[in-house]
């Protein structure tokens, strides 16, 4: 139990467009998601928080409008990179929270974008 | 004072032999405290979590948990070649609602 599922696996755009990325709980309810973001050799970086229904919360520094969250269903959180560029190239990750791990989080298999 | 602090390693042990990892944290009201393994372009994955003080066991796994010196470990026993990756301890502090992890610790198994 316990799988959370991500869309695309891999992607590659223009700079300048938008990307969109799926997070998908598919057993359990997620009342909250979270999307990390890792550059190479780096830690997890947490950008943002998600609660089903309501405004996601950002971390310091991560601009609200360039990363748009949307959590519309306890089972569907999206990430949408507006007006990419190549320095948002870098793998994003989301996390599920919710029965049956109470507090656990459970993370999907990572989307990794690279931004041309 | 980092919230949550581990050797960045890389801790490189024998095949077979048993793997400790380390970690600390600075919240003392702390209740959650969760052990993953990330391999290299891979995203976490949960070994498992532990929430009370002593030894939790699974499989060859075992976290042990002092909250009196804020102190989590992870044993890896018969430790394999497969086992190496990046573990990442992480912690929900008291008033929090979110994960904070550790810069990982890097483990090497030596066939």
Same mark, same amino acid.
Not at chain 2, 51 to 71: I, M
């Given at each position: &139990?316990?799988? %959370?599922?991500?869309?695309?696996?891999? %992607?590659?755009?223009? /700079?300048?467009? !938008? %990307?969109?990325?799926?997070?998908? /709980?598919?057993?359990?309810?997620?009342?909250?998601?979270?999307?990390?973001?890792?550059?190479?050799?780096?830690?997890?970086?947490?950008?943002?928080?998600?609660? $089903?229904?309501?405004?996601?919360?950002? $971390?310091?520094? %991560?601009?609200?409008?360039?990363?748009?969250?949307?959590?519309?269903?306890?089972?569907?959180?999206?990430?949408?990179?507006?007006?990419?560029?190549? $320095?948002?190239? !870098?793998?994003?990750?989301?996390?599920?929270?919710?029965?049956?791990? &109470?507090?656990?989080?459970?993370?999907?298999?990572?989307?990794?974008?690279?931004?041309? | 004072? *980092?919230?949550? =602090?581990?050797?960045?390693?890389?801790?490189?042990?024998?095949?077979?032999?048993?793997?400790?990892?380390?970690?600390?944290?600075?919240?003392?009201? #702390?209740?959650?405290? +969760?052990?993953?393994?990330?391999? #290299?372009? *891979?995203?976490? =994955?949960?070994?498992? +979590?532990?929430?009370?003080?002593?030894? *939790? =066991?699974?499989?060859? +796994?075992?976290?042990?948990?002092?909250?009196? @010196?804020?102190?989590?470990?992870?044993?890896?026993?018969? #430790?394999?070649? #497969?086992? @190496?990756?990046?573990?990442?301890?992480?912690?929900?502090? =008291?008033?929090?609602?979110?994960?904070? +992890?550790?810069?990982?610790?890097?483990?090497?198994?030596?066939?």
């Amino acid at each position: &139990g316990a799988v %959370v599922s991500q869309h695309p696996s891999w %992607v590659i755009c223009k /700079s300048g467009t !938008s %990307v969109k990325i799926e997070c998908r /709980s598919l057993d359990f309810q997620a009342t909250t998601m979270f999307w990390y973001r890792q550059f190479p050799k780096q830690s997890l970086m947490l950008m943002a928080t998600s609660n $089903e229904g309501s405004k996601a919360t950002y $971390e310091q520094g %991560v601009e609200k409008d360039k990363f748009l969250i949307n959590h519309a269903s306890l089972t569907l959180s999206t990430l949408t990179v507006t007006s990419a560029h190549p $320095e948002d190239s !870098s793998f994003y990750i989301c996390s599920a929270r919710g029965a049956p791990g &109470g507090d656990t989080q459970y993370f999907g298999p990572g989307t990794r974008l690279t931004v041309l | 004072q *980092k919230e949550v =602090e581990q050797n960045s390693g890389p801790l490189s042990v024998p095949e077979g032999a048993i793997a400790s990892l380390n970690c600390t944290y600075s919240d003392r009201g #702390s209740q959650s405290f +969760f052990w993953y393994r990330q391999y #290299s372009g *891979k995203s976490p =994955e949960l070994i498992m +979590f532990i929430y009370s003080n002593g030894d *939790k =066991e699974d499989g060859r +796994f075992t976290a042990q948990l002092n909250k009196a @010196s804020q102190y989590v470990s992870l044993l890896i026993r018969d #430790s394999q070649p #497969s086992d @190496s990756a990046t573990y990442l301890c992480a912690v929900i502090m =008291e008033y929090g609602n979110k994960l904070v +992890f550790g810069a990982g610790t890097i483990l090497r198994v030596k066939s």
